[in-house]
């Protein structure tokens, strides 16, 4: 099983971006998917969620922001960035949820894409 996300860059704070998040190996239809992110010094957090049956659950500081989407034909999930901020400034990964009311068992982190947001 392999992930990927990919679509990262640097954005001026406001802006949006969309990342993508490709896999093989797995059918991603059958399974929550989730966002997740790390910024330099701190933990990994999970941003938002979607369930096999497409209930999409986001953390508070993305709520209104950020959306989660999935094309099952495609194999792939997306996140929707909005409004971007500099403190969305992270690596971006995508996983399996743990979080948000979600209790699933990681796949192989993969790597991840850069966002940066300028002020």
């Known amino acids: 099983v392999q992930l990927q996300a990919f679509g990262g860059g640097t954005v001026q704070a406001g802006g949006s971006l969309r990342l993508s998040c490709a896999a093989s190996?797995?059918?991603?239809?059958?399974?929550?998917m989730g966002w997740y992110r790390q910024a330099p010094g701190k933990e990994r957090e999970l941003v938002a969620a979607m369930t096999t049956a497409g209930t999409t659950k986001y953390a508070d500081f993305v709520k209104g922001r950020f959306t989660i989407s999935r094309d099952d034909a495609k194999n792939t999930v997306y996140l929707q960035m909005d409004s971007l901020r500099p403190d969305d400034t992270a690596v971006y990964y995508c996983?399996?949820?743990?979080?948000?009311?979600?209790?699933?068992?990681?796949?192989?982190w993969g790597h991840g894409t850069l966002v940066t947001v300028s002020s």
């Open positions: 996983n399996r949820p743990q979080g948000l009311g979600l209790s699933s068992v990681f796949l192989s």
């Open positions: 190996g797995i059918s991603l239809s059958v399974n929550y």
